[in-house]
């Protein structure tokens, strides 16, 4: 109880310190609850051709959101703990156990994160309904978007990063409990500026000719998937996995070595870099673009995912409606005087009226029997009939190409059964 009352009591005191990491914490919760949200939301998309793919798209996009989160977790704990060395070393240098200081900060850590994951759910329950909301905008569907108040989306999020901050704050408290005394006093050594060797400009020009090529590949992706064809049925598949490794590999070796390729450039250039402080604003930005790469890239790719997938649910969308107005009209006989609310219903639902054809239809009395040509017998038929003059029909059929075409005397009539 002691070491958690002064858990408690140094987390308030310093949360000017923690917050920069809480916050970043909290909104990559929110990230996650949202997409959970979109997806474990039924009533949102059971009314959308491809319901079920959306759905899957969503989870799965979100377990691939996941890794990210936790290394971006990870390293942002591994930069907060470095901010608490001087504290740790001053607890252990007045005689407390590296145990209890190691409890000290489990406890710590645990109420931070239970303080974040808080403030995700809050703000994930406010940003899905925004998330939601846009994405029915690029899809252009009607639909009615509430609060996104989940329970399914909360339990798995809750019981996700519970688990993930357990582990971070035992990561912790094991460090904690092996670090050296004279490296927690030791003042960190500020970086060298990196010497910029001919690999490393080597290899900066292969990160931005990775990522042209996948930002190519991608905006051309029909035109280059026939040259793929050697793969078979599996190119469609292995192409975007080509892109996204090129997208992950070349956004890396961007910030690792093409910026500070570009910086030392900038720093060489006398005219530019000798004009009042930018001489040091470009060597403290190299220092610090070095020692933030694996934050950035993370931070980066994140950002990434979350537009494609909103971006990939759009054009899945949009191309089976295109699919089903296109390849799969339907035709409806409707009322004159019902003809403006069925309009309307239709446009409410995205599908377009694309010819229309006023016809005459008489209801009527009939009794008749059916044989076959080869002199069967099919049974007699009595009861109404819905009769249409065979202009109107062939009119109808301007419409519909695909039904029979024949032509009638007076004495003649044509059933449709």
């Known amino acids: 109880m002691v070491l958690l009352r002064l858990a408690f009591k140094n987390a308030r005191q310093n949360f000017n310190r923690y917050f920069v990491y809480v916050f970043a914490c909290a909104l990559a919760i929110t990230i996650y609850f949202a997409f959970n949200a979109l997806a474990l939301t039924p009533y949102l998309w059971h009314t959308l051709p491809d319901a079920e793919m959306i759905k899957n798209g969503l989870l799965s996009t979100n377990a691939f959101i996941l890794i990210f989160i936790v290394a971006f977790m990870f390293y942002a704990n591994l930069f907060f703990v470095q901010q608490q060395r001087r504290e740790i070393a001053l607890f252990n240098l007045l005689g407390v156990s590296r145990w209890r200081i190691s409890g000290y900060f489990f406890l710590e850590n645990l109420l931070l994160g239970l303080l974040s994951l808080i403030l995700g759910l809050l703000l994930g329950i406010l940003l899905a309904k925004l998330f939601a909301l846009l994405l029915v905008k690029l899809i252009g569907a009607s639909i009615s978007v509430g609060l996104l108040f989940s329970g399914a989306a909360i339990g798995q999020t809750i019981g996700t990063f519970l688990l993930v901050y357990i582990f971070l704050a035992l990561f912790d408290a094991g460090l904690i409990a092996h670090y050296p005394l004279a490296i927690?006093?030791?003042?960190?050594?500020?970086?060298?500026?990196?010497?910029?060797?001919?690999?490393?400009?080597?290899?900066?020009?292969?990160?931005?000719?990775?990522?042209?090529?996948?930002?190519?590949?991608?905006?051309?992706?029909?035109?280059?998937?026939?040259?793929?064809?050697?793969?078979?049925?599996?190119?469609?598949?292995?192409?975007?996995?080509?892109?996204?490794?090129?997208?992950?590999?070349?956004?890396?070796?961007?910030?690792?070595?093409?910026?500070?390729?570009?910086?030392?450039?900038?720093?060489?250039?006398?005219?530019?870099?000798?004009?009042?402080?930018?001489?040091?604003?470009?060597?403290?930005?190299?220092?610090?673009?070095?020692?933030?790469?694996?934050?950035?890239?993370?931070?980066?790719?994140?950002?990434?995912?979350?537009?494609?997938?909103?971006?990939?649910?759009?054009?899945?969308?949009?191309?089976?409606?295109?699919?089903?107005?296109?390849?799969?009209?339907?035709?409806?006989?409707?009322?004159?005087?019902?003809?403006?609310?069925?309009?309307?219903?239709?446009?409410?639902?995205?599908?377009?009226?694309?010819?229309?054809?006023?016809?005459?239809?008489?209801?009527?009395?009939?009794?008749?029997?059916?044989?076959?040509?080869?002199?069967?017998?099919?049974?007699?038929?009595?009861?109404?009939?819905?009769?249409?003059s065979q202009q109107d029909y062939q009119a109808a059929r301007r419409l519909q190409p695909n039904l029979p075409a024949f032509r009638l005397n007076d004495q003649q009539v044509f059933y449709f059964a």
């Open 184 to 388: 927690l006093f030791r003042q960190p050594v500020t970086d060298k500026v990196v010497p910029i060797t001919f690999w490393r400009y080597l290899l900066g020009l292969l990160g931005l000719a990775l990522l042209a090529s996948a930002y190519g590949m991608a905006q051309f992706y029909t035109e280059i998937l026939p040259h793929f064809k050697f793969l078979g049925a599996a190119a469609a598949i292995i192409v975007p996995l080509l892109i996204l490794v090129f997208v992950l590999v070349g956004t890396f070796l961007f910030y690792r070595f093409s910026l500070l390729a570009l910086l030392m450039q900038l720093r060489h250039w006398y005219r530019f870099s000798y004009r009042k402080i930018r001489l040091f604003t470009l060597a403290n930005l190299s220092q610090r673009l070095h020692r933030h790469v694996n934050i950035s890239w993370l931070v980066t790719i994140l950002a990434a995912i979350t537009l494609t997938v909103l971006g990939s649910i759009t054009m899945i969308y949009t191309a089976s409606y295109d699919g089903l107005n296109t390849d799969q009209p339907l035709a409806l006989t409707v009322d004159r005087q019902l003809a403006p609310a069925v309009a309307q219903h239709l446009t409410k639902h995205q599908l377009t009226v694309q010819q229309k054809q006023p016809a005459t239809f008489k209801v009527t009395g009939a009794q008749f029997k059916l044989d076959s040509l080869l002199g069967f017998h099919y049974g007699a038929f009595t009861g109404p009939l819905t009769v249409i």
